[in-house]
């Protein structure tokens, strides 16, 4: 496994475990997270943001992660299942009311000095409000 690998299953295992602090560990200062709705997010302060706002929302678990690795082991895609619970209502989308869902989704990363320097993550956003709304 390479050091790039390494470090790709630990920040997706520091997520599983709710330890944000070890995820952050593993970013760039001025990471870019470019999410699959809304605004680009630039620096550790405004990811620390979006995440607090995750956890009020959802409960999230990645499974399946399959990480592939371009050559100089700087850029990388991950695909995995993201089972979830939607916890707390989201501006814009259905009512939560503790549903469960089952997501296929993916990221691109960018690696940088041994840290992540950019995280930009897809998923279908109409199934997951398809299996909310059921």
Request: glycine share 6%; no cysteine; charged share 25%.
């Amino acid at each position: 496994m390479t050091d790039a690998e390494r470090l790709i299953r630990a920040y997706y295992a520091a997520f599983n475990a709710g330890d944000r602090a070890a995820m952050l560990a593993l970013l760039t200062d001025d990471v870019i997270h470019d999410p699959n709705q809304g605004a680009r997010r630039t620096g550790k302060p405004a990811f620390t943001a979006f995440l607090a706002q995750m956890d009020a929302a959802y409960s999230e678990q990645i499974e399946d992660l399959v990480v592939m690795l371009d050559a100089t082991g700087t850029r990388a895609a991950v695909e995995f299942t993201v089972r979830g619970q939607y916890l707390r209502t989201e501006d814009g989308l259905p009512e939560a009311r503790g549903q469960r869902y089952t997501l296929p989704a993916g990221a691109f990363l960018a690696i940088r000095d041994g840290r992540i320097a950019r995280i930009a993550t897809q998923y279908n956003l109409p199934e997951w409000v398809r299996q909310v709304s059921a």
